[in-house]
């Protein structure tokens, strides 16, 4: 029989869960760029301690050498992406008439009533949200910049992190500290570094398979199919639904390239996704397929799009924590494909059983 202590203390834990979920909703404005700025440091630290460990070069400016890189790429990323989304909305009057032209045709195949084409303002809803996207560039651009000043301060404030973690715990606490450190940090980082590797190649691939076939404002799609990529099952569904349609409404009534796009994608998203990526990431992330989607909708409310995106590396952060609390432990066991842990997942971490090999990763990593 469940005692009532217990009963309790599990309701307080969901409370506790939900409260934390609302404040995390309610102040995406400042917590998102902050989240953002932690995972993107796990793939451009190894780049500032390449530049001041092997090359000797001051971290201040390795940092300031990374950051321009970084920086540069974001500013040519946006103009052209925003480019393109202008240069879409003011092609929509022509791919308009384009979709009544194919609707009105189907209608009368189908003898179906000609209200519905009426009643169906997809343009109208497609209008007003590419200009609330045009309208909401500022917002963007200035949560970006915060990110970016989030991320100086913790690639600056890196290399203070182990001492004051020392002086703050006692030592077998910060050995576990660091330990757990040291596994997050390697896993987000080479799952955020090959996710980042792939999905440029499979934009790429598609923007050039586009502008073979001659499917317009191909770049927008490339882009758009790169940052997709990131969402686990349903961004490539997504994102081959939208171009496939865009394809179809600019040949119609010729299926031969919309059917070419089609293929070019289906075997591109195949060939990275399904093969080339598991083999860089030497497997899954032992994470259930369930886990994912429930992820994808629990961060998804919190953040909206943005929080789809960081959904997988957060829940691997979390399902880490989880595998080194006894008490919690049951349930990272839960969230995993029921396999066995692969060498870096085999048990909880304990100060008294780590070996050589993790504490130089922790050191690396702190």
Do not use: C
């Amino acid at each position: 029989m469940i005692r009532p202590e217990r009963v309790t203390m599990i309701f307080l834990g969901i409370l506790a869960v939900l409260a934390v979920l609302a404040v995390l909703h309610l102040t995406a404005s400042i917590v998102l760029p902050l989240v953002t700025a932690i995972l993107v440091s796990f793939v451009v630290s190894p780049g500032v301690s390449l530049l001041h460990k092997k090359m000797k070069i001051p971290r201040p400016v390795a940092i300031s050498l990374v950051m321009l890189v970084l920086m540069s790429l974001m500013f040519l990323f946006g103009l052209f992406f925003y480019s393109s989304v202008q240069s879409l909305y003011q092609q929509l009057p022509k791919y308009s008439g384009k979709f009544t032209a194919i609707v009105s045709s189907f209608l009368i195949k189908f003898d179906l009533p000609k209200d519905f084409l009426e009643e169906f303002s997809w343009v109208r809803t497609l209008s007003a949200s590419l200009l609330a996207l045009s309208r909401q560039f500022v917002d963007f651009v200035r949560g970006l910049i915060l990110m970016v000043l989030f991320l100086i301060f913790l690639l600056f404030e890196r290399p203070q992190l182990r001492p004051k973690v020392r002086k703050a715990f006692q030592t077998r606490t910060t050995q576990k500290i660091f330990a757990i450190y040291a596994h997050i940090a390697r896993q987000i980082g080479k799952y955020l570094t090959v996710k980042l590797l792939v999905s440029t190649a499979t934009g790429s691939l598609v923007w050039l398979s586009l502008v073979i076939v001659g499917v317009e404002f191909a770049f927008l799609w490339g882009v758009l199919t790169f940052f997709f990529n990131f969402m686990p099952n349903i961004g490539s569904i997504i994102i081959t639904i939208a171009i496939e349609t865009f394809a179809i409404l600019q040949f119609h009534p010729s299926v031969a390239e919309p059917a070419a796009a089609l293929i070019a994608m289906f075997v591109i998203q195949q060939i990275l996704g399904n093969i080339v990526e598991p083999t860089l990431l030497g497997g899954k992330l032992n994470l259930s397929p369930v886990v994912i989607i429930f992820s994808l909708v629990i961060w998804g409310w919190i953040w909206g799009v943005m929080g789809m995106f960081l959904a997988v590396p957060l829940i691997v952060a979390i399902k880490i924590v989880m595998e080194n609390i006894p008490f919690l432990h049951p349930a990272a066991i839960l969230m995993g494909t029921g396999r066995p842990f692969e060498s870096s997942e085999k048990k909880p971490v304990s100060p008294e059983g780590r070996n050589s090999k993790e504490a130089a990763e922790s050191n690396e990593n702190l």
